[in-house]
């Protein structure tokens, strides 16, 4: 069936360094994606979103891009803070409310 | 604005029993929805509720039971709790925003069956 996956489960970034999340995504119909943070014993916080229609949206140090010729979704994160440390899922939805969601990265900051 | 709720935060139930665990949104969205997130697995949907009274499946939908009178309230019922019910459960309401639907989450619910 349809997925949306990642590439790694982890990933380890020095405390102001830039950090990139990757995920795949296999419904090459979806036309909405988000990223979502989850931080120990909470839920996921949406953090940005993008429709299929756009290439790039930035937000406050985040960035997302997508590039829909090989069905690729990357969150990039500016200066990375330990505030940072978390696991980020990316999820996508095709015409309707439902969202899928891939298996998450740990992103861990190193001080 | 208390947003999304659940309740209880933690629970440890025997096999067999009958737990439920509560949802309450004060954004009076349209859906709301049931995850359970298992490592490995990320977040995958039991059921959704796109208004009171309207319920349906979602990916893992079985052994669970949901209803809806009440637009702010999403109770989920695990009828008879298994081991493989050990999870934790996130309840999220939506509402559309623009062309497409934001989901915001509550806190979780973290269950233990013995």
């Known amino acids: 069936g349809e997925s949306v996956g990642l590439h790694l489960p982890t990933l380890s970034v020095q405390e102001g360094d830039n950090s990139i999340i990757n995920c795949a995504y296999s419904?090459?119909?979806?036309?909405?994606f988000i990223w979502y943070k989850q931080e120990s014993g909470k839920g996921p916080q949406f953090i940005i979103d993008?429709?299929?229609?756009?290439d790039k949206r930035q937000g406050q140090r985040v960035t997302v891009l997508l590039n829909k010729t090989v069905k690729h979704l990357s969150l990039q994160i500016a200066a990375t803070q330990p505030g940072d440390s978390a696991v980020y899922f990316c999820a996508d939805s095709f015409g309707n409310e439902k969202l899928t969601f891939g298996t998450g990265t740990r992103l861990t900051i190193i001080p | 604005d208390a947003g999304i709720t659940q309740s209880p935060r933690y629970k440890i139930t025997e096999t067999g029993r009958q737990v439920t665990l509560m949802c309450h949104q004060t954004w009076s969205h349209s859906y709301m929805f049931w995850y359970r997130q298992d490592l490995g697995h990320g977040l995958r949907l039991i059921y959704y509720?796109?208004?009171?009274?309207?319920?349906d499946k979602g990916e893992v939908p079985d052994g669970y039971v949901v209803s809806r009178s009440k637009t702010e309230n999403f109770p989920l019922t695990l009828e008879s709790a298994t081991r493989s019910q050990t999870s934790v459960y996130f309840c999220?309401?939506?509402?559309?925003?623009?062309?497409?639907?934001?989901?915001?989450f509550g806190p979780g619910t973290r269950l233990t069956v013995t």
């Open positions: 999220a309401s939506s509402e559309l925003a623009g062309e497409f639907y934001e989901q915001y």
């Open positions: 993008i429709r299929s229609n756009m």
């Open positions: 509720s796109a208004a009171a009274d309207i319920t």
């Open positions: 419904n090459s119909a979806s036309d909405y």
